[in-house]
């Protein structure tokens, strides 16, 4: 014979794995229809809070008259203080990109710089193990300012404005 308080049970607990499962699916329609918003993605909605706006860093930074460049600090296969002219847009990585890297540890298209106005601008590429500026992790675009050190990997640069 089957006792009534087992069956209280297990009736409880179905009506809790119902009500979970009904939470759940109320939060993640709630979550679509927040992004519905026409013109407006969700991401650039809402910038995160310690984004800081390039205008603004920009200011008192601007490219001189010569190009600005990349200096080598340590890079393998390269010899201390060469230097990239950064004329236009370029790539840095182990594939066919503009600055070819030799490092295990660089991928295929590892990280961009652009000019945008007066200003180089540094952003990874989705790259597996990172993109450094002064030690501290790439997120998202940030400007270069003279003497700023790029790390990829074991591959390290020194931005110069000229």
């Given amino acids: ?21 009904l939470w759940v699916t109320r939060s993640a329609l709630k979550d679509l229809r927040r992004g519905t918003q026409p013109g407006v993605s969700a991401i650039a909605a809402t910038p995160p809070p ?26 393998p296969g390269l010899q201390r203080g060469a230097a990239y002219d950064l004329v236009g847009d370029c790539t840095l990585g ?19 710089l652009t000019r945008q106005g007066s200003v180089i601008v540094l952003e990874d590429l989705g790259s597996t193990n990172g993109t ?23 591959s390290v640069f020194i931005f110069e404005d000229s």
């Fill in 1 to 21: 014979m089957v006792e009534p308080a087992s069956v209280a049970l297990k009736f409880a607990f179905l009506a809790i794995l119902y009500l979970f499962l």
């Fill in 50 to 75: 310690d984004a800081t706006g390039l205008h603004a860093a920009a200011r008192g930074v601007g490219v001189g008259g010569d190009a600005p460049r990349l200096v080598v600090e340590s890079v």
């Fill in 94 to 112: 182990r594939g066919d990109v503009e600055i070819h890297l030799e490092d295990p540890f660089a991928s295929g298209r590892h990280a961009q």
């Fill in 132 to 154: 450094y500026l002064n030690e501290e992790p790439v997120q998202g675009p940030q400007p270069l300012h003279p003497g700023d050190r790029v790390r990829i990997g074991d």
